[in-house]
């Protein structure tokens, strides 16, 4: 069974260690910068939410996964889809048992990020963020991200329901933003996204 209240730990303890592991703290949403703050802040798929901010679809790239029975638990990076700068770290474990055939075949497949396999089968819709983060990165991240070891940057817990069930935990930290990275124009990720 899935828990209701995910912590950073817990995520992380679901993968062997490889070195990328950041220091984490708990904040409160209020204590977070923008464009941070309407990145995480929000009960949106964070797939919209990064697309929508960038102005580029993302490609998925599957770090690390495990299944045991229906409990499946990945770890992944999003890249934007033009030029391929890693724009998000995330880390998930699913219920597979929740998901109609389609959608387990699409997320074991690893080759689609998650919240747009879930949109496009009109599924899971109910998100709900539990803990939101304030994280140093370790090397190994930093280098994915392209920043340096020890820059700053915020992140979320959360849970993806179905009904009253959880079926995702999951983990998701941002790539630093600097003014190099920010786009010329991005929407309003406060805005409601009618489609998730």
């Known amino acids: 069974m899935l828990t209701t209240a995910p912590t950073f730990d817990h995520l992380y303890l679901l993968l062997p260690e490889s070195g990328d592991r950041p220091a984490a703290t708990v904040i409160a949403a209020d204590q977070m910068p923008q464009p941070y703050h309407r990145l995480l802040v929000h009960t949106h798929h964070m ?113 993806i329901y179905t009904g009253d069930r959880p079926a995702v935990e999951v983990l998701e930290i941002l790539a630093p933003i600097t003014e190099n990275h920010s786009p010329q124009r991005h929407k309003d990720c406060t805005k409601s996204h009618q489609e998730d």
């Open 47 to 159: 797939t919209v939410t990064v697309e929508d901010f960038y102005g580029s679809p993302v490609d998925v790239k599957v770090l690390a996964c495990r299944r045991n029975g229906d409990e499946y638990a990945r770890k992944i990076l999003l890249a934007l889809h033009e030029g391929g700068r890693v724009v998000q770290f995330g880390m998930v474990r699913i219920d597979l048992g929740v998901c109609p055939e389609p959608v387990r075949n699409a997320i074991v497949e690893g080759k689609t990020p998650l919240g747009r396999v879930l949109i496009e089968h009109d599924m899971l819709r109910r998100i709900e963020p539990t803990a939101f983060l304030k994280l140093r990165l370790s090397p190994r991240m930093a280098d994915w991200f392209g920043s340096t070891h020890g820059a700053e940057t915020y992140g979320r817990l959360g849970v």
